[in-house]
């Protein structure tokens, strides 16, 4: 084969190979009719819906928080979902954790809400990580991902993750829950506040007593759905996002506000 044949060789590829990528990332007829409701919304229409198909969003912690985030995310068709907790189901869990089920009492969890995950949308892909979220190993982790999700339930590892998604430039969607109470903020977004500018004293706060654990069951429910709203506000790119802000909801009194960081 001579140079001008080689040449013409190439760009045929070229060519080719730009086409195949092309069709592959087009939403098949099956995606267009899962995701038909959401694609009408003009915020969001198929350009969108691939966004959220080649989206890779952790979520840290699967308990009250985590459960609600992951399968409206799932269902939503956000392509790659990582998963961190190195908790077991218990049955006290089944009150809040709806991912769960009374069967799956004493399993790894993240290994059960990836088999709930998978079961609800087989087109999204799970990576379960059964460990707690360490200095070790939180870069290597959150490195894979471009939104990490807080579900956990402690402030070092808030701190943790706000100061690895600081170092690799990564979206933290940040939430607590206390009773009938709630609360959510996005940190790290475009040059925005991070966890730090909210509760800067980190050993004040890791010397505060452990919250009560009394919750109302709705109440993570709620403030999971929230965050899983603020992720894809972020993938899509449409509304406000609560970068910079931090809103609060009183769940007895139905009464939010939302003040600037």
Same mark, same amino acid.
């Given at each position: 084969? =001579?140079?001008?044949?080689?040449?013409?060789? +190439?760009?045929?590829?070229? !060519?080719? $190979?730009?086409?195949?990528?092309?069709?592959?990332?087009? #939403? $098949?007829?099956?995606?267009?009719?899962?995701?038909?409701?959401?694609? !009408? #919304?003009?915020?969001?229409?198929?350009?969108?819906?691939?966004?959220? /198909? =080649?989206?890779?969003?952790?979520?840290?912690? @699967?308990?009250?928080?985590?459960?609600p985030?992951?399968?409206?995310?799932?269902?939503?068709?956000?392509?790659?979902?990582?998963?961190?907790d190195?908790? @077991?189901? $218990?049955?006290?869990?089944?009150?809040?954790?709806?991912?769960y089920? &009374?069967? *799956?009492?004493? %399993?790894?969890?993240? #290994?059960c809400a990836?088999?709930?995950?998978?079961?609800?949308?087989?087109a999204?892909?799970?990576?379960?990580?059964?460990?707690?979220?360490?200095?070790?190993?939180?870069?290597?982790?959150?490195?894979?991902?471009?939104? @990490?999700?807080?579900?956990?339930?402690?402030? $070092?590892?808030?701190? !943790?993750?706000?100061?690895?998604?600081?170092?690799?430039?990564?979206?933290y969607?940040?939430?607590?829950?206390? &009773?009938?109470? +709630?609360q959510?903020?996005?940190?790290?977004?475009?040059?925005?506040?991070?966890?730090?500018?909210?509760?800067?004293?980190?050993?004040?706060?890791?010397?505060l007593?452990?919250?009560? /654990?009394?919750v109302?069951?709705?109440?993570?429910?709620?403030i999971?759905?929230?965050?899983?709203?603020?992720?894809?506000?972020?993938?899509? +790119?449409?509304?406000?996002?609560?970068? +910079?802000? %931090?809103?609060?909801?009183?769940?007895?009194? !139905? *009464?939010?506000?939302?003040?600037? %960081?």
């Amino acid at each position: 084969m =001579n140079d001008e044949e080689e040449n013409r060789m +190439g760009k045929f590829f070229i !060519l080719h $190979s730009s086409f195949f990528i092309k069709e592959m990332n087009l #939403l $098949s007829p099956n995606e267009k009719e899962r995701y038909s409701r959401q694609i !009408l #919304l003009e915020e969001i229409g198929e350009e969108g819906q691939m966004r959220l /198909k =080649n989206a890779r969003v952790l979520i840290v912690g @699967v308990g009250g928080l985590g459960s609600p985030a992951a399968l409206y995310l799932a269902g939503a068709g956000v392509g790659t979902i990582g998963l961190v907790d190195d908790d @077991v189901v $218990s049955e006290s869990n089944l009150q809040r954790q709806v991912i769960y089920t &009374e069967a *799956e009492t004493g %399993l790894p969890k993240v #290994l059960c809400a990836k088999k709930r995950l998978e079961a609800l949308n087989h087109a999204v892909h799970t990576e379960a990580y059964p460990v707690r979220l360490t200095e070790e190993n939180a870069g290597n982790i959150i490195g894979n991902y471009d939104i @990490v999700v807080d579900g956990c339930d402690n402030f $070092s590892t808030r701190y !943790l993750i706000n100061d690895t998604c600081i170092r690799q430039g990564k979206v933290y969607v940040y939430a607590a829950i206390r &009773e009938f109470d +709630g609360q959510v903020a996005v940190f790290n977004h475009q040059g925005g506040p991070n966890y730090r500018d909210l509760f800067p004293d980190e050993k004040g706060m890791s010397d505060l007593p452990l919250p009560s /654990k009394a919750v109302l069951g709705v109440t993570p429910g709620i403030i999971g759905c929230m965050e899983a709203n603020e992720t894809l506000k972020l993938i899509l +790119g449409y509304g406000d996002t609560l970068s +910079g802000k %931090l809103w609060h909801i009183d769940l007895k009194t !139905l *009464e939010t506000y939302t003040i600037s %960081l």
